[in-house]
């Protein structure tokens, strides 16, 4: 899951879901560590 490639209209609900939700079932990560992924 990149995480700073997401949203919620609610700040509350989208902090929710990144600190919370999205651990428990995708591993995280954000654009620049996508993009240095590929670049390897």
Do not use: N, Q
Request: charged share 30%; proline share 2%; aromatic share 2%.
């Amino acid at each position: 899951m990149v995480t700073d490639a997401v949203t919620d209209r609610v700040a509350g609900a989208h902090a929710d879901s990144v600190e919370v939700i999205f651990p428990r079932i995708a591993e995280l990560a954000t654009t620049d560590d996508v993009i240095a992924a590929l670049d390897r």
